[in-house]
């Protein structure tokens, strides 16, 4: 795994994230930023974030000992927690304390509800003009379901990603669990940088708007701009008959899955015939270039799965390798989760109170002069309200008791 090198500086050091947020995409973002060296408050109303209680997603447990779970350790990574009645003239108070001393404000509550609490970028702006506002939606700034509230879930479906997923023998692959979520994590924490950028240029703050929809479609680029110009919908992969013999997927005598992608296959058809034992196919008519090789591939893909099956998956990861092809073997989540290259340059070891020292992902992008990666596990609700109050808001502790007495901010103890 990966060993933190604490020489570096953070990337985002003495940046202050004010993340009023909730579930998967926006808190997400939050946690990025912790990653990159932020300071990220998550503000939390009474009760606290749903997350918390979300033990589990579609058909897995995602519970933990001490009435914790995987789905907020990811998004509550890194940071400290407040909680805090904004509904509440002073807990309204403490909030613009916090923003006037912060240099950014996450959140994905829908427009409707910022209006309410006079939580949009109009009014906070006001406060301070250097605010970077950050809001995820589901849908986006415009049109006419710019209102809506949405999920994961939907936006696949919506987009057209559960309908292009899958082979040609599929009408419809069932979404993957919370995979846009996180694609908008990224996208969202990409542009807060960027728009922390432009400040330092500018002096001048702005408002941020990324979406579930809008990081879908970025994500179907490709399709996307395939239909706007060309018409065409991206067919699907047929694994019998692929556009591509040297791009696809075929099982070995192990019952283990092998998958390659070579890119032209004309210039490694020969070397590939002769490193999985079929030279009779490097001058074969059938497999002649720009012959029948397109337009009967199915029989020669039978020919080569026939072939695929007689070795072992790891057999011909090493006859890959010797030949310089591109093979690749079909891994599950964890069998992947195991491999000494995700280990070596994608895991961090991280301190928590609760599971000891457990690994987490890290960063997907390594800085030679900065340090990126998780800090800390996901906070306990409320742990952080004295601490916040008076450090981060400039209240005294005669004061934070009276916020306390009267209800407006979550006990130490509780968060309630």
């Known amino acids: 795994m990966a060993t933190p090198d604490h020489t570096k500086p953070d990337l985002l050091q003495g940046i202050r994230v ?16 912790g990653d990159m060296g932020a300071e990220v408050i998550l503000i939390e109303q009474p009760g606290g974030d749903p997350t918390r209680q979300m033990t589990r997603v579609g058909g897995t447990d995602f519970s933990l000992p001490r009435d914790r779970n995987v789905l907020f350790e990811a ?37 409707p509800t910022l209006a309410k609490l006079q939580m949009e970028y109009e009014t906070l702006s006001r406060i301070n003009p250097r605010l970077i506002y950050s809001r995820v939606s589901g849908f986006g700034p415009r049109g006419p379901l710019r209102d809506q509230g ?47 950028f432009h400040r330092e240029r500018t002096g001048r703050g702005q408002e941020l708007h990324t979406s579930l929809l809008g990081t879908t479609v970025s994500l179907l680029y490709f399709h996307y701009l395939s239909v706007f110009l060309s018409g065409q919908e991206v067919k699907k992969h047929s694994r019998t008959s692929p556009g591509n013999l040297l791009r696809n997927y075929y099982r070995c005598a192990d019952g283990k899955w092998i998958i390659c992608a070579h890119n032209p296959p004309e210039r490694y058809w020969e070397r590939f015939c002769r490193a999985v ?6 001058t074969h008519p059938a497999a ?52 000494p290259q995700v280990l070596e340059n994608f895991v961090e070891r991280v ?66």
């Open 150 to 196: 949405g999920f994961d879930f939907i936006v696949q479906g919506f987009s057209g990603m559960m309908k292009a997923m899958g082979d040609e023998t599929s009408d419809l692959a069932p979404p993957l669990t919370l995979i846009i979520d996180q694609a908008t994590s990224m996208m969202a924490a990409s542009a807060v940088v960027a728009a922390l």
């Open 18 to 33: 004010l993340d009023w947020s909730q579930f998967y995409a926006a808190p997400g973002a939050g946690a990025l930023l």
């Open 75 to 111: 998004v509550g990574r890194n940071k400290k927690s407040i909680v805090v009645d904004i509904t509440r003239e002073k807990g309204r108070e403490v909030i613009e304390r916090l923003v006037a001393r912060s240099d950014v404000l996450h959140t994905n509550f829908r427009r």
């Open 351 to 416: 301190a928590h109170r609760d599971l000891g020292e457990v690994p987490y992902p890290g960063f997907c992008t390594e800085f030679g002069d900065a340090e990126v990666r998780p800090r800390g596990a996901a906070p306990r609700l409320g742990e952080h309200t004295d601490e916040i109050l008076r450090e981060a808001a400039g209240y005294t502790d005669r004061e934070v008791e009276t916020l306390r007495a009267e209800g407006v901010v979550g006990t130490k103890e509780t968060g309630q």
């Open 288 to 339: 002649a270039e720009g012959g029948s090789r397109k337009a009967h591939p199915d029989e020669l893909v039978a020919v080569l799965d026939r072939q695929f099956a007689t070795r072992p998956q790891a057999e011909w990861l090493r006859i890959a390798e010797q030949h310089d092809l591109f093979f690749a073997p079909v891994n599950t989540v964890p069998e992947a989760a195991s491999e």
């Open 277 to 282: 034992g079929l030279d009779n196919l490097v």
